[in-house]
């Protein structure tokens, strides 16, 4: 019974590694009729979306949990 669930998993993984070798980035690089690339972010927006907007909503979220458990711990 190991072997044949080796020899699926195998088979499995094999094709996974074709279908992405046959699916190449390249055709990423021919843009479609209408389509038209948008301006650059510049560093401040790329910090800002990328950096800045994550704390600042982990950072909510971490204010409404701890509200919320201060108010039931004081229930209790």
């Given at each position: 019974?190991?072997?044949r669930n080796a020899m699926r998993a195998g088979a499995v993984t094999a094709a996974a590694t074709l279908?992405?070798?046959?699916t190449?980035?390249?055709?990423a690089l021919t843009q479609d009729d209408g389509e038209q690339a948008g301006n650059g972010?510049?560093?401040a927006q790329t910090l800002g979306l990328y950096v800045a907007l994550p704390?600042?909503?982990?950072?909510?979220?971490?204010?409404?949990v701890l509200v919320g458990?201060?108010?039931?711990?004081?229930?209790s």
């Open positions: 019974m190991d072997k279908m992405m070798l046959m190449s980035p390249a055709m972010l510049t560093v704390i600042v909503i982990f950072l909510a979220i971490t204010g409404l458990t201060r108010k039931s711990a004081k229930k």
